[in-house]
Protein backbone atom coordinates (compact mmCIF):
# COMPACT_ATOMS: atom_id res chain seq x y z
CA UNK A 1 0.00 0.00 0.00
CA UNK A 2 1.57 3.55 -0.98
CA UNK A 3 1.26 6.03 1.07
CA UNK A 4 -0.44 9.12 0.28
CA UNK A 5 2.32 12.59 -0.61
CA UNK A 6 1.20 16.00 0.97
CA UNK A 7 1.23 18.32 -1.75
CA UNK A 8 -0.01 21.58 0.02
CA UNK A 9 1.02 23.04 3.22
CA UNK A 10 -1.09 23.43 6.17
CA UNK A 11 -2.91 26.61 7.20
CA UNK A 12 0.12 26.88 9.95
CA UNK A 13 2.46 25.97 7.07
CA UNK A 14 1.16 28.57 4.95
CA UNK A 15 1.23 31.54 7.06
CA UNK A 16 4.36 30.30 8.35
CA UNK A 17 6.09 30.41 4.97
CA UNK A 18 4.58 33.87 4.02
CA UNK A 19 6.16 35.49 7.35
CA UNK A 20 9.50 34.70 7.07
CA UNK A 21 11.95 37.54 5.12
CA UNK A 22 14.04 36.74 2.17
CA UNK A 23 17.36 37.17 4.69
CA UNK A 24 21.01 37.15 4.39
CA UNK A 25 21.26 34.42 6.71
CA UNK A 26 18.94 32.17 9.05
CA UNK A 27 18.07 34.51 12.22
CA UNK A 28 18.71 32.20 15.25
CA UNK A 29 18.54 34.44 17.89
CA UNK A 30 15.98 37.26 19.13
CA UNK A 31 18.23 40.08 18.38
CA UNK A 32 20.90 39.37 15.39
CA UNK A 33 22.53 42.40 13.81
CA UNK A 34 24.35 40.83 11.13
CA UNK A 35 20.77 39.39 9.72
CA UNK A 36 19.71 42.05 6.77
CA UNK A 37 16.41 41.20 5.29
CA UNK A 38 17.02 42.12 1.96
CA UNK A 39 13.05 42.35 0.56
CA UNK A 40 12.37 45.16 3.44
CA UNK A 41 15.54 46.91 1.82
CA UNK A 42 14.15 46.60 -1.71
CA UNK A 43 10.85 47.71 -1.20
CA UNK A 44 11.83 50.18 1.52
CA UNK A 45 14.32 51.66 -0.84
CA UNK A 46 12.06 51.44 -4.12
CA UNK A 47 9.22 52.98 -2.36
CA UNK A 48 11.32 56.29 -1.16
CA UNK A 49 12.20 55.90 -5.06
CA UNK A 50 8.34 56.04 -5.89
CA UNK A 51 8.39 58.75 -3.82
CA UNK A 52 10.85 61.19 -4.98
CA UNK A 53 9.47 60.68 -8.73
CA UNK A 54 5.80 61.70 -7.48
CA UNK A 55 7.46 64.55 -5.57
CA UNK A 56 9.33 65.64 -8.63
CA UNK A 57 6.76 65.07 -10.96
CA UNK A 58 4.54 67.21 -8.71
CA UNK A 59 7.30 69.82 -8.93
CA UNK A 60 8.29 69.72 -12.67
CA UNK A 61 4.84 70.31 -13.62
CA UNK A 62 3.14 72.56 -11.42
CA UNK A 63 1.05 75.55 -13.43
CA UNK A 64 -0.62 78.61 -12.51
CA UNK A 65 -3.04 78.04 -14.53
CA UNK A 66 -5.99 75.64 -14.20
CA UNK A 67 -4.29 72.55 -12.04
CA UNK A 68 -4.61 69.03 -12.77
CA UNK A 69 -5.92 66.58 -10.50
CA UNK A 70 -2.62 65.45 -9.83
CA UNK A 71 -1.66 68.62 -8.90
CA UNK A 72 -4.74 69.79 -6.81
CA UNK A 73 -4.01 66.33 -5.18
CA UNK A 74 -0.37 66.95 -4.09
CA UNK A 75 -1.23 70.96 -3.40
CA UNK A 76 -4.21 69.45 -1.14
CA UNK A 77 -1.67 67.24 1.00
CA UNK A 78 1.26 69.87 0.88
CA UNK A 79 -1.34 72.58 2.26
CA UNK A 80 -2.65 69.64 5.28
CA UNK A 81 1.44 68.86 5.98
CA UNK A 82 2.03 72.70 6.59
CA UNK A 83 -0.74 73.64 8.41
CA UNK A 84 0.34 70.85 10.22
CA UNK A 85 4.16 71.40 10.71
CA UNK A 86 3.31 75.02 11.70
CA UNK A 87 1.12 74.03 14.61
CA UNK A 88 3.12 71.93 16.14
CA UNK A 89 7.08 73.13 15.27
CA UNK A 90 7.95 76.68 16.79
CA UNK A 91 10.73 77.63 14.42
CA UNK A 92 12.40 76.83 11.23
CA UNK A 93 10.26 74.62 9.49
CA UNK A 94 12.31 74.42 6.25
CA UNK A 95 13.16 70.78 6.04
CA UNK A 96 11.06 69.83 8.65
CA UNK A 97 7.90 70.41 6.86
CA UNK A 98 9.42 68.76 3.53
CA UNK A 99 10.45 65.62 5.28
CA UNK A 100 7.31 65.29 6.97
CA UNK A 101 5.38 65.71 3.49
CA UNK A 102 8.28 62.99 2.05
CA UNK A 103 7.66 60.72 5.48
CA UNK A 104 3.90 60.72 5.62
CA UNK A 105 4.19 59.46 1.09
CA UNK A 106 6.69 57.05 1.88
CA UNK A 107 5.31 55.53 4.88
CA UNK A 108 1.65 55.10 2.98
CA UNK A 109 3.26 53.59 0.19
CA UNK A 110 4.68 51.27 1.59
CA UNK A 111 1.81 50.32 3.40
CA UNK A 112 -0.41 50.33 0.05
CA UNK A 113 1.91 47.27 -0.73
CA UNK A 114 -0.22 45.24 1.62
CA UNK A 115 -2.98 45.25 -0.85
CA UNK A 116 -1.09 43.56 -3.17
CA UNK A 117 -2.27 39.24 -3.45
CA UNK A 118 -0.57 37.42 -0.97
CA UNK A 119 0.70 35.15 -3.00
CA UNK A 120 1.47 37.12 -6.01
CA UNK A 121 5.20 37.75 -5.08
CA UNK A 122 5.88 33.69 -4.68
CA UNK A 123 4.47 32.58 -8.17
CA UNK A 124 6.19 35.87 -9.86
CA UNK A 125 9.43 34.68 -8.63
CA UNK A 126 8.73 30.85 -9.16
CA UNK A 127 7.39 32.09 -13.00
CA UNK A 128 10.78 33.74 -13.41
CA UNK A 129 12.78 31.00 -11.95
CA UNK A 130 14.25 32.15 -8.79
CA UNK A 131 12.47 30.01 -6.79
CA UNK A 132 16.03 28.25 -5.23
CA UNK A 133 17.19 31.45 -4.52
CA UNK A 134 14.46 33.50 -2.80
CA UNK A 135 12.40 30.85 -1.18
CA UNK A 136 10.97 33.60 0.89
CA UNK A 137 9.89 36.96 0.43
CA UNK A 138 7.56 39.36 2.28
CA UNK A 139 6.13 42.09 0.38
CA UNK A 140 5.56 45.02 2.94
CA UNK A 141 8.57 47.01 4.70
CA UNK A 142 6.26 48.50 7.46
CA UNK A 143 5.11 44.52 8.64
CA UNK A 144 8.74 44.27 9.29
CA UNK A 145 9.55 45.33 13.50
CA UNK A 146 13.41 45.73 11.24
CA UNK A 147 11.94 48.60 8.90
CA UNK A 148 9.86 50.46 11.22
CA UNK A 149 12.48 50.89 14.17
CA UNK A 150 14.78 51.64 11.35
CA UNK A 151 12.89 54.63 10.75
CA UNK A 152 12.01 55.44 14.04
CA UNK A 153 15.94 55.37 15.04
CA UNK A 154 15.91 57.88 12.13
CA UNK A 155 13.51 60.03 13.81
CA UNK A 156 15.73 59.92 17.01
CA UNK A 157 18.68 61.30 15.37
CA UNK A 158 16.30 64.09 14.11
CA UNK A 159 15.57 64.76 17.96
CA UNK A 160 19.21 64.41 19.11
CA UNK A 161 19.91 66.78 16.72
CA UNK A 162 17.65 69.74 16.81
CA UNK A 163 18.14 69.51 20.43
CA UNK A 164 21.36 70.30 20.27
CA UNK A 165 21.07 72.75 17.10
CA UNK A 166 18.09 74.85 19.22
CA UNK A 167 19.80 74.52 23.13
CA UNK A 168 23.75 74.24 21.97
CA UNK A 169 25.53 71.40 23.21
CA UNK A 170 25.57 72.67 26.55
CA UNK A 171 21.51 73.83 27.18
CA UNK A 172 21.05 70.09 26.03
CA UNK A 173 23.09 68.58 28.61
CA UNK A 174 21.88 70.89 30.96
CA UNK A 175 18.09 69.61 30.20
CA UNK A 176 19.05 66.02 29.98
CA UNK A 177 20.19 66.56 33.79
CA UNK A 178 17.90 69.15 35.93
CA UNK A 179 14.64 68.23 33.77
CA UNK A 180 11.60 67.45 34.88
CA UNK A 181 12.63 67.55 39.13
CA UNK A 182 14.89 70.30 38.85
CA UNK A 183 18.75 71.23 38.88
CA UNK A 184 19.62 69.98 42.49
CA UNK A 185 22.76 67.68 42.25
CA UNK A 186 21.01 64.96 43.83
CA UNK A 187 18.61 64.84 41.43
CA UNK A 188 20.95 64.77 38.06
CA UNK A 189 21.05 61.05 37.43
CA UNK A 190 17.12 60.62 38.27
CA UNK A 191 16.98 63.09 35.72
CA UNK A 192 19.30 62.00 33.33
CA UNK A 193 18.36 58.26 33.63
CA UNK A 194 14.21 59.31 33.00
CA UNK A 195 15.04 61.59 29.90
CA UNK A 196 17.15 58.59 28.09
CA UNK A 197 13.76 56.19 29.04
CA UNK A 198 11.95 59.28 27.45
CA UNK A 199 14.00 58.98 24.33
CA UNK A 200 13.76 55.42 23.93
CA UNK A 201 10.31 55.15 24.85
CA UNK A 202 9.54 57.50 21.63
CA UNK A 203 11.80 55.88 19.82
CA UNK A 204 10.55 52.26 19.99
CA UNK A 205 7.20 53.05 20.22
CA UNK A 206 7.07 55.02 17.39
CA UNK A 207 8.38 52.16 15.45
CA UNK A 208 5.91 49.48 17.54
CA UNK A 209 3.38 50.94 16.74
CA UNK A 210 3.22 51.52 12.69
CA UNK A 211 4.56 47.89 13.17
CA UNK A 212 1.86 46.40 15.17
CA UNK A 213 -0.90 47.81 12.51
CA UNK A 214 0.45 46.42 9.50
CA UNK A 215 1.52 42.97 10.86
CA UNK A 216 -2.11 42.54 12.26
CA UNK A 217 -3.06 43.51 8.73
CA UNK A 218 -1.14 41.48 7.09
CA UNK A 219 -1.82 38.66 9.28
CA UNK A 220 -5.68 39.01 8.38
CA UNK A 221 -5.01 38.95 4.98
CA UNK A 222 -3.44 35.87 4.74
CA UNK A 223 -6.10 34.31 7.11
CA UNK A 224 -8.20 35.71 4.10
CA UNK A 225 -6.29 33.88 1.67
CA UNK A 226 -6.36 30.43 3.49
CA UNK A 227 -10.46 30.76 2.55
CA UNK A 228 -9.77 31.06 -1.33
CA UNK A 229 -6.95 28.31 -1.35
CA UNK A 230 -9.61 25.99 1.57
CA UNK A 231 -9.38 23.03 -1.20
CA UNK A 232 -5.46 22.63 -0.14
CA UNK A 233 -6.25 21.75 2.90
CA UNK A 234 -8.31 18.94 2.44
CA UNK A 235 -11.95 20.09 3.09
CA UNK A 236 -14.88 19.78 1.12
CA UNK A 237 -15.97 23.75 1.93
CA UNK A 238 -14.47 25.13 -1.52
CA UNK A 239 -17.29 27.06 -2.67
CA UNK A 240 -18.28 28.37 0.15
CA UNK A 241 -14.68 29.58 0.85
CA UNK A 242 -14.01 31.19 -2.55
CA UNK A 243 -17.40 33.41 -1.42
CA UNK A 244 -15.70 33.82 2.09
CA UNK A 245 -12.69 34.91 0.31
CA UNK A 246 -14.21 37.25 -1.93
CA UNK A 247 -16.48 38.79 0.70
CA UNK A 248 -14.15 39.25 3.49
CA UNK A 249 -11.08 40.08 1.00
CA UNK A 250 -13.29 43.12 -0.23
CA UNK A 251 -14.40 44.23 2.70
CA UNK A 252 -11.47 44.19 4.88
CA UNK A 253 -9.57 45.74 1.63
CA UNK A 254 -12.11 48.61 1.59
CA UNK A 255 -11.57 49.10 5.34
CA UNK A 256 -7.68 48.78 5.36
CA UNK A 257 -7.16 51.67 2.99
CA UNK A 258 -8.12 53.90 6.08
CA UNK A 259 -5.68 52.06 8.19
CA UNK A 260 -2.86 52.49 5.24
CA UNK A 261 -3.37 56.78 5.22
CA UNK A 262 -4.47 56.70 8.57
CA UNK A 263 -0.80 54.79 9.95
CA UNK A 264 1.08 56.91 7.96
CA UNK A 265 -0.47 59.84 9.32
CA UNK A 266 -0.06 59.24 12.55
CA UNK A 267 3.81 58.24 11.98
CA UNK A 268 4.56 61.89 10.48
CA UNK A 269 2.02 63.40 13.40
CA UNK A 270 4.21 61.91 16.04
CA UNK A 271 7.48 63.02 14.16
CA UNK A 272 6.65 66.59 14.26
CA UNK A 273 5.75 66.45 17.66
CA UNK A 274 8.88 64.75 18.44
CA UNK A 275 10.42 67.37 16.75
CA UNK A 276 8.47 70.17 17.66
CA UNK A 277 9.50 69.23 21.62
CA UNK A 278 13.28 69.25 20.49
CA UNK A 279 12.24 73.41 19.89
CA UNK A 280 11.09 73.44 23.33
CA UNK A 281 12.61 74.32 26.48
CA UNK A 282 11.79 73.33 30.20
Not at 173 to 185: D, I, K, T
Request: charged fraction near 10%; glycine fraction near 8%.
Amino acid sequence: MIASVRTHPDPSEYIQHHLQNFASKHQSLILDFSVINIDTLFWSISMGLVTIVILAIAACTVTTGVPSRFQCAIEMLVEMVEDQSKAIVCGDRHFIAPLALTLFLWVALMNSLDFIPVDLPGSVIQWIGLSNMIPHHRLVPTADLNGTLGISLGVLILMLYYSVKIKGIKGFMRELVSAPFGSNPFLWLPNLLLNLIEFLAKTISLGMRLFGNMYAGELLFLLIALLGGIWGFGMDTTVLGFIGHVLAGSIWAIFHILIVLLQAFIFMMLTLVYLGQAHESH
